[in-house]
C-alpha cells in the first residue's frame, strides 16, 4: 500500500507533518480530519516503491480478466439480493476470490466504501478494471434502489460480451496461423534449402532461368542480412504497436479492421452485436439516452463506430430521433435501422436491440462456423503461388543439368 506524506495544521494552529500508509489521498484527508488535523498538502512519498510493487503485482498476480468482472457481478447479485450489506458482501468477495489483482481492487473499493464514498464512485476510482458502461449502470442503480437487478443485468451483458470476444479471436486465430507459418516456411527456405541447391547448380556450367536467379538472389540476401531483416522486422512490429497505441493510429487500425477480407465481416457484425446489445442494457436501467450514447460509445470498442454512435448522440442532443441519426451516419445497416425505428413507436427499444444483438451472435457463430470454407481458397492461391515460384526456380535448371549430364 502507498504511503503519503502530508503537511497540515492541528486545532492549536500549529504546524504538524508525517506519513499515513493508505490506499488514496483522500482515505489520508479523512483520516486526517478524523483526528482534528486540517490537511494542507499530501504527496506521494514511495512513487518508485509503488511502481515496483505494481509491477511485481502484475507479474505475480495478473490482471483482472472479464471473467473475473461476471463472477463478482453475479456474487454481488446474490449477496445483495439476500440483503448482505455491500461491505460484507465485499469481504466475503474478497476472500473467495482466486486473482491478487482483483483481490486488491476490493480492498481498495471497501477503504474507499469506508470513507463515505458511494460503490460507483470508488469503482470509478478503477478505470482500467471497470468499463465506463459497469460505472454508468451502478450508479442508476444507486440512484433508482435497483443495484441487485442492476448487477444481474451486467452479469448476463458481460457474458454475452465473453462469448463474443471468445468467438471472434477464435474467428482470427486460424488465419494468422497459417500466414505466419507460411512466412517462417519462406525464411526457412531461403537460409538452408535454396543455398543448398546453389552448390549443386555452381557445380554445373549452365545458364539458369530467370525464376532461378531470382530465388537465388533473394536467399543470398536473406543469409547476408538475416539479421538486419529481422531487427527490421522487429522495429517496424514496435512502431506499429506504437503507432495503433495513439488516438489516430488507433482509428485507422479500427477502420481497417472492418475491410479486412472474411474477418472484416466477422468483426463488424460483432461490434454491431455489442452496440446493440449495450443500448439495450443502458436504455432498460433508466440511464438517459444521451449520457448513455457516450456510454456505449466506449463500450463498442472500436473507435470508428464509437465516432458514428457519438454523431448519433449528437442529434439526439438536437432533437433527432434514434432510427434518423443512425441512419444519417451511413454506418448502420437497414435492419439496425428498422428494428430502432419499430422501437420508437412502440417503446420497446430496449426489446428490440436486444432481439438484433441477438440476430447478430448468431450471425457471427454461423460466419465463424463458415470461415474454413471461406478461407480455404485465399490460402490455396497463396500456397500455389509459393509452390510455383518454388518449383520454376528449382526444378528448371534441373532439366538444364540432365541434359549436361548426358553429354
Do not use: C
Request: no cysteine; hydrophobic share 50%; proline share 4%.
Amino acid at each position: 500500500m502507498p504511503v503519503y506524506q502530508y503537511r497540515g495544521r492541528n486545532q492549536r494552529g500549529e504546524s504538524v507533518k508525517g506519513q499515513i500508509e493508505a490506499a488514496t489521498a483522500d482515505v489520508v484527508a479523512t483520516q486526517l480530519f478524523n483526528s482534528g488535523i486540517v490537511p494542507i498538502d499530501i504527496s506521494l512519498t514511495q512513487a518508485r516503491a509503488d511502481v515496483l510493487a505494481a509491477l511485481r503485482g502484475r507479474f505475480r498476480g495478473g490482471k483482472v480478466e472479464l471473467v473475473d468482472l461476471i463472477l463478482f457481478s453475479r456474487q454481488m447479485y446474490t449477496l445483495l439480493k439476500a440483503g448482505v450489506p455491500i461491505m460484507q458482501a465485499l469481504r466475503g468477495l474478497r476472500e473467495s476470490t482466486q486473482n491478487p489483482a482483483f483481490i486488491r481492487v476490493l480492498a481498495s473499493i471497501g477503504e474507499s466504501l469506508d470513507t463515505g464514498l458511494e460503490l460507483s464512485t470508488s469503482l470509478k476510482r478503477h478505470p482500467e478494471v471497470f468499463p465506463p458502461l459497469f460505472v454508468s449502470m451502478v450508479q442508476v442503480g444507486e440512484t433508482t434502489g435497483s443495484l441487485e437487478e442492476v448487477f444481474l443485468q451486467l452479469a448476463g451483458y458481460l457474458e454475452r460480451e465473453k462469448d463474443t470476444r471468445d468467438r471472434v479471436k477464435s474467428a482470427l486465430r486460424y488465419p494468422i496461423i497459417v500466414i505466419v507459418a507460411m512466412v517462417i516456411a519462406l525464411f526457412i527456405i531461403n537460409i538452408f534449402v535454396i543455398p543448398a541447391f546453389i552448390k549443386v547448380f555452381a557445380s554445373f556450367r549452365i545458364q539458369l532461368p530467370l525464376p532461378t536467379r531470382i530465388l537465388i538472389a533473394t536467399s543470398k540476401f536473406t543469409v547476408a542480412y538475416w539479421p538486419y531483416i529481422l531487427g527490421a522486422l522487429a522495429a517496424t512490429i514496435f512502431v506499429v504497436r506504437n503507432y495503433v497505441r495513439t488516438a489516430d493510429g488507433r482509428y485507422r487500425w479500427h477502420r481497417l479492421k472492418l475491410k479486412l477480407p472474411v474477418a472484416g465481416k466477422i468483426i463488424y457484425k460483432a461490434t454491431l452485436s455489442r452496440f446493440t446489445r449495450a443500448l439495450a442494457v443502458i436504455i432498460k436501467a433508466g440511464v438517459p439516452l444521451v449520457a448513455g450514447m457516450t456510454v456505449v460509445s466506449r463500450a463498442v470498442d472500436n473507435d470508428y463506430i464509437s465516432e458514428r454512435i457519438l454523431q448519433m448522440r449528437d442529434g439526439i442532443e438536437r432533437g433527432e430521433t434514434i432510427g434518423r441519426t443512425a441512419q444519417a451516419t451511413g454506418m448502420f445497416p437497414p435492419l439496425v435501422i428498422q428494428m430502432i425505428n419499430v422501437g420508437e413507436e412502440s417503446g420497446a427499444v430496449d426489446i428490440l436491440m436486444m432481439n438484433v444483438a441477438e440476430y447478430y451472435d448468431r450471425e457471427v457463430d454461423y460466419d465463424i462456423k463458415n470461415l474454413s470454407t471461406a478461407i480455404q481458397p485465399i490460402l490455396i492461391v497463396f500456397m500455389g503461388i509459393l509452390v510455383l515460384i518454388l518449383a520454376l526456380g528449382v526444378f528448371l535448371p534441373m532439366w538444364d543439368i540432365v541434359q549436361a549430364v548426358r553429354k
